[in-house]
């Protein structure tokens, strides 16, 4: 099944804090966020592993709740840069290397001066 | 300079003819994988290759086929039985202790 992500969209002024959330239904070795430009490509933000820390990328970090089979990921004081449309891919437990990775739909993140 | 490279990056189809994306990466990886994105809608998985030779078929894979004969290439056909393939193809490869990268993908048209 296709990870859950929330909100769908959402818009904020530059400077104002976002949180997206993923969520799945079956135990996650690993999610990966990656934020999508209109017309181009993912480009990869961050990997958090099972058993591993919240990670961080400039103001961008994101948090992995193994028991609840969730990933956040946080924007703070978002920059018109930051807009796009957020996906978290996540791989299952077990993990074998090389899995594939299953999408969310996409958290579209607008933001405005 | 590593990376991963799609061309073309549109492409014209009339209704009825099979068309070759291509993809191909210099980064070493092990796996490659081909994406579908809508308009609006997230990735879907149609084919992916953990090792040279072999490739399984992922959630979409009605109406494309794909070969893997070189670790560096991994190209996608879209076949005339594939109804709707208007759509932006991404292709990905990733190594086993790291994430996937993404080409700069294909935008499909069939006229």
């Known amino acids: 099944q296709q990870p859950v992500q929330s909100p769908q969209a959402v818009i904020l002024r530059e400077g104002e804090d976002a949180v997206i959330n993923c969520s799945s239904s079956k135990a996650l070795y690993s999610v990966h966020w990656y934020r999508q430009k209109h017309g181009e490509a993912p480009v990869f933000l961050m990997i958090l592993l099972k058993g591993g820390e919240q990670k961080g990328h400039e103001k961008i970090s994101a948090s992995f709740n193994e028991k609840k089979q969730q990933s956040s990921l946080y924007l703070t004081a978002s920059q018109l840069s930051y807009s796009g449309t957020y996906f978290c891919g996540t791989e299952p437990l077990p993990n074998f290397g090389n899995e594939k990775l299953t999408f969310g739909t996409g958290t579209r993140l607008t933001i405005i001066p | 300079d590593g990376g991963i490279t799609q061309s073309p990056k549109y492409l014209f189809r009339k209704e009825g003819q099979n068309v070759t994306l291509s993809c191909e990466q210099n980064?070493?990886?092990?796996?490659m994988y081909w994406y579908r994105q809508d308009p609006g809608q997230g990735l879907r998985l149609i084919y992916y290759?953990?090792?040279?030779?072999?490739?399984q078929k992922g959630d979409i894979a009605e109406g494309y086929s794909v070969s893997r004969e070189k670790k560096e290439s991994f190209p996608l056909t879209v076949t005339s039985a594939q109804k709707n393939p208007t759509a932006f193809y991404l292709c990905?490869?990733?190594?086993?202790?790291?994430?996937?990268?993404f080409g700069p993908g294909t935008r499909l048209t069939v006229l």
């Open positions: 290759s953990q090792i040279v030779n072999d490739f």
């Open positions: 990905a490869s990733s190594s086993s202790i790291d994430t996937q990268y």
């Open positions: 980064l070493n990886h092990d796996a």
